[in-house]
């Protein structure tokens, strides 16, 4: 059974930075594409980054790009989210995710994974 465990949100001022973290699991983490995922209170979850397998081709939302970094330490089983100049809007419980077929690259679509996190909270204040 794969096991997805985020750590590192909190509370930052808009303009700060925060470091999410991704521990991963139960099956060849090294295998699978992973994303990063958040839902705002009252909204639908959304698509924030994806890495592919090998950590090469990285995919973001277009809200995040330039200020969001995703990366992946294939030796720790471990994906991560540099977040630098974080906004009130950024604020949401962000989830990680692990793609279901091996050897794919970072899609943004949800069905495309099928492990899921258990979510943590980033709050930006303005």
């Known amino acids: 059974q794969v096991q997805l465990v985020e750590s590192g949100g909190g509370l930052v001022q808009a303009g700060g930075s925060l470091r999410l973290s991704c521990a991963a699991s139960?099956?060849?983490?090294?295998?699978?594409?992973m994303g990063w995922f958040r839902q705002a209170p009252g909204k639908e979850r959304e698509f924030v980054a994806a890495i592919s397998w090998g950590g090469g081709p990285k995919n973001y939302a277009d809200s995040v790009k330039g200020r969001f970094t995703i990366s992946r330490d294939n030796a720790k089983n471990t994906m991560y989210l540099q977040m630098n100049s974080l906004k009130p809007e950024d604020t949401a419980v962000y989830y990680c995710?692990?793609?279901?077929?091996?050897?794919?690259?970072?899609?943004?679509?949800?069905?495309?994974?099928?492990?899921w996190g258990q979510g943590t909270q980033v709050t930006v204040s303005s």
């Open positions: 139960g099956r060849t983490f090294s295998n699978y594409a």
């Open positions: 995710a692990q793609q279901k077929r091996p050897y794919g690259l970072g899609y943004k679509s949800e069905p495309e994974y099928d492990y």
